[in-house]
């Protein structure tokens, strides 16, 4: 008899989140069809007695481990302690505001189990607002390791939330990093180059909350600069031609500089599949 892979799930939460959200992100891990072993939570930072309240809460339902950095450091170091403090090889990521599906991890670790060969394991998502019966479209990643590193020169080619990957994988890459907005499309890229076996599942894995706070956070001046100072820095890799990203550069910045309005109406009418 074939042993179930163990896991665990890594999320981080700061003073920020919403402790309903937060609240309904746990309730469907505890609903799902497979559990993680510990469920790493990295308080980035102090946190909010409410989202305090929601952790106690549902250390008694999961196996809970949390991990505290004193000040605020970002995504991409608190992801980095989460990843250290992880204990099994599999690591699962989650946002704290997000909605898994139940039975995501079930198929993705029948997907491990039957191409044990694999490092980085993501799948679909849908995006949603006031509820995940309204969810109002899809982001589709390709499937298969070459059609992802042919859609990496162009866009991020996992749904973050719902990746799984090997941590000894992950480590050998560098860890997350402190890379502001780009901390898992650059650990991808990292990936990539070293050759490792990656794809993504053609199943929606996790509804995704998103709305006009999102596109915002996706706009600006700090967001444009970094656009251009991370495709430079695939390109100094050797990941991009310098054709490849004077396009991607024409492509990207532009739409980070526009009013949100605009911005939300080209996420969700040209760079999302709609649901509706």
Not at 2 to 20: G, Q, W
Not at 256 to 261: E, I, S
Request: hydrophobic share 40%.
């Amino acid at each position: 008899m074939t042993r179930p892979i163990s896991f665990s799930l890594l999320m981080a939460v700061y003073k920020k989140d919403s402790p309903e959200f937060l609240a309904q992100a746990l309730d469907s891990v505890v609903g799902s069809s497979c559990r993680p072993t510990q469920v790493v939570v990295v308080r980035d930072g102090p946190v909010t007695p409410e989202l305090d309240r929601v952790l106690e809460q549902y250390s008694e339902h999961l196996a809970l481990d949390l991990v505290s950095l004193p000040v605020n450091q970002g995504l991409g170091p608190a992801l980095n302690a989460g990843v250290l403090a992880c204990r099994e090889e599999w690591i699962a990521r989650f946002d704290s505001d997000d909605i898994c599906s139940a039975t995501r991890f079930e198929q993705q670790l029948a997907y491990i189990a039957a191409h044990p060969e694999t490092s980085l394991l993501g799948g679909q998502i849908q995006e949603f607002e006031s509820g995940r019966e309204h969810a109002y479209a899809s982001r589709i990643v390709p499937l298969e390791q070459n059609a992802i590193y042919r859609y990496a020169k162009t866009r991020n080619p996992f749904n973050h939330m719902t990746v799984m990957f090997r941590k000894s994988a992950v480590l050998a890459a560098g860890n997350y990093q402190n890379d502001p907005l780009y901390e898992d499309y650059a650990l991808w890229i990292r990936m990539i180059m070293q050759a490792q076996t990656m794809a993504n599942l053609p199943m929606i894995l996790v509804y995704a909350r998103a709305g006009d706070n999102m596109f915002r956070r996706r706009g600006g001046w700090k967001y444009a600069w970094n656009e251009i100072r991370f495709q430079y820095g695939f390109y100094r890799k050797g990941f991009l031609s310098l054709p490849r990203l004077a396009v991607n550069i024409a492509s990207r910045v532009p739409v980070r500089l526009v009013p949100n309005q605009v911005r939300a109406f080209i996420y969700r009418r040209v760079l999302r599949r709609s649901t509706q």
